[in-house]
């Protein structure tokens, strides 16, 4: 076993990116379904407190404290008040940058950075801003001239290990709006269900996305594996025999429907989305239309 440095996280937003998420965010409403879903978007805009703005009827996981007993005593049926929300409309971005991020290769945190800026630029573009959460520190972002500000902020992340309920702590104290989208890689599942369902009881809505690498589509088989812990830099070389290969798949099915049921009792969804190499528009369309669902 040697120990070496942790592994270097390449330019994230070359030209070609930066070119690319141009692109996109000029396309607005122009992705697939966008019109639909900026109406629907603006309809799950409204918030918790704020000017009446009608009804709409009550499904599993709303805030019970939102539903009208006046207008069910009158129908008899279970309908959730909408609130038009008085403060500017936002979205929260919240981005593990823990040293198990630097797992893979390219490395994990490579395509979460890409992911972050994607998502962030289109809250910048279609609501009224972002409150990006990244190596332990949180700042607000406003308006479409913000998203080169937003790139540089995603580029001086700190690599810290930050506990998920540490996090969420820190984005609630600071009043971080909107709906929070989750970037990690929920290494381990357990570490995240108290801060989710912090989340829930906040009120909070809550998207997980979990950026794919080449290392989580399948267990290496046969041959030698390189196995490096992205907290000590310590590296082991093993030869894979049919005992380890059928291990190792055992555990990485064991460990996806952990993440899938630790955000299923919470009530939110967990999307696992492999990003394009290369940075063609085509290719990066469906992110943005994954931001929108």
């Known amino acids: 076993m040697r120990r070496r440095a942790l592994p270097a996280v390449p330019e994230p937003f070359p030209d070609a990116f930066r070119a690319m998420l141009e692109q996109l965010l000029r396309h607005g409403n122009r992705i697939v379904g966008g019109r639909t879903e900026v109406a629907r978007a603006r309809r799950r805009a409204l918030a918790a407190s704020g000017t009446f703005a009608g009804h709409r009827s009550y499904v599993p996981g709303d805030d019970v404290r939102r539903l009208d007993w006046h207008a069910f005593a009158r129908t008899g049926g279970l309908f959730v008040k909408?609130?038009?929300?008085?403060?500017?409309r936002a979205t929260t971005v919240l981005l593990d940058t823990s040293p198990s991020m630097l797992a893979g290769g390219p490395p994990r945190l490579l395509a979460a950075l890409r992911l972050a800026a994607i998502l962030g630029g289109l809250a910048l573009v279609h609501l009224d801003g972002v409150h990006v959460h990244a190596g332990g520190e949180g700042r607000g972002l406003q308006g479409h001239?913000?998203?080169?500000?937003?790139l540089t902020r995603l580029r001086e992340h700190v690599v810290r290990d930050e506990d998920p309920r540490t996090a969420v702590q820190s984005l609630l104290r600071a009043g971080a709006p909107g709906k929070v989208h989750w970037i990690s890689d929920f290494a381990e599942p357990r570490r995240f269900e108290v801060a989710l369902q912090l989340l829930r009881r906040s009120g909070r809505r809550v998207k997980g996305w979990l950026p794919v690498v080449e290392e989580d589509l399948a267990a290496p088989s046969a041959g030698w594996t390189?196995?490096?812990?992205?907290?000590?830099?310590?590296?082991?070389?093993l030869a894979v025999d049919r005992?380890?290969?059928?291990?190792?798949?055992?555990?990485?099915?064991?460990?996806?429907?952990?993440q899938q049921q630790v955000f299923a009792k919470a009530g939110f969804e967990l999307r696992r989305l492999r990003?394009?190499?290369?940075?063609?528009l085509r290719d990066w369309l469906e992110v943005g239309w994954s931001y929108r669902r």
Do not use: C, K, M, N
């Open 226 to 237: 390189r196995v490096v812990d992205p907290e000590t830099g310590e590296e082991l070389v």
């Open 82 to 88: 909408l609130l038009e929300e008085d403060e500017r």
């Open 275 to 280: 990003l394009p190499p290369s940075f063609e």
């Open 145 to 150: 001239g913000a998203v080169g500000e937003l």
């Open 243 to 258: 005992a380890l290969a059928d291990a190792l798949a055992h555990q990485l099915q064991i460990l996806v429907r952990q």
